[in-house]
């Protein structure tokens, strides 16, 4: 996973990594205390809200304070999606 969001964040190099993957394993203990499933969390389809989340905390460092309306929405909708099975 630690690939794929570097990726999407435009993110080359290792130099970075144990941060972003800080911030990824942030992401997916919050989703997964909202109520989102394990596997949803660990599945290919939460790779953009994951994404999401890693830019909204990378950018704390610049002033920003919160996570965006976005990934709140979306990590509302797949707690509520409930148990893939």
């Known amino acids: 996973m630690l690939e794929k969001v570097k ?4 993110i080359t190099g290792s130099y970075q990594n144990a941060t972003i993957q800080g911030y990824i394993d942030e992401v997916k203990q919050y989703l997964l205390e909202g109520g989102v ?4 969390v660990e599945s ?3 790779l953009g809200i994951i994404t999401r989340g890693v830019a909204d905390l990378w ?6 304070t919160s ?3 976005y990934f709140i929405q ?3 909708q ?3 999606k ?4």
Request: without cysteine; neutral net charge.
């Open 7 to 10: 990726t999407n964040l435009g």
């Open 37 to 40: 499933s394990k596997e949803i």
């Open 44 to 46: 290919e389809s939460s």
């Open 59 to 64: 950018n704390y460092g610049s002033g920003g």
């Open 67 to 69: 996570l965006s309306p």
């Open 74 to 76: 979306r990590a509302i």
């Open 78 to 80: 797949l707690g509520l």
């Open 82 to 85: 409930g148990d893939p099975k």
